[in-house]
């Protein structure tokens, strides 16, 4: 039963910093590509960055340069560092595998920025 379990979510200054982390089990973690999303209120779930097997990274342009998706394969674990918060990174973020054509998502971690 595949489960991903977020944390390290929480309220932090504008300019601070967060690493958020995405425990995995129940398939073969070091097999699949992994994704970051975040969703604000009264938006639509966007995607933030993506890890493939090998540790190619992608980001979406907002975060570029601020964000660091990570993978740690031993421990079935996807991180996201974030840096130099902005209070429109303000969301609930979540992990997502994609597996057989079934997208799999975590309950998400709440991430708040104050200004």
């Known amino acids: 039963q595949v489960q991903l379990v977020e944390s390290g979510g929480g309220l932090v200054q504008a300019g601070g910093s967060l690493r958020l982390s995405c425990a995995a089990s129940?398939?073969?973690?070091?097999?699949?590509?992994m994704n970051w999303y975040r969703q604000a209120p009264g938006e639509q779930r966007e995607w933030v960055a993506g890890i493939g097997t090998g540790g190619t990274t992608n980001y979406a342009d907002s975060v570029k340069g601020r964000f660091t998706i990570s993978r740690d394969n031993a421990k079935k674990t996807v991180y996201l560092q974030m840096n130099s918060l902005k209070c429109e990174d303000t969301a609930v973020y979540y992990c997502?595998?994609?597996?057989?054509?079934?997208?799999?998502w975590g309950q998400g971690t709440q991430v708040t920025v104050s200004s």
């Open positions: 129940g398939f073969i973690f070091s097999i699949y590509p």
């Open positions: 997502k595998l994609v597996r057989g054509g079934e997208n799999y």
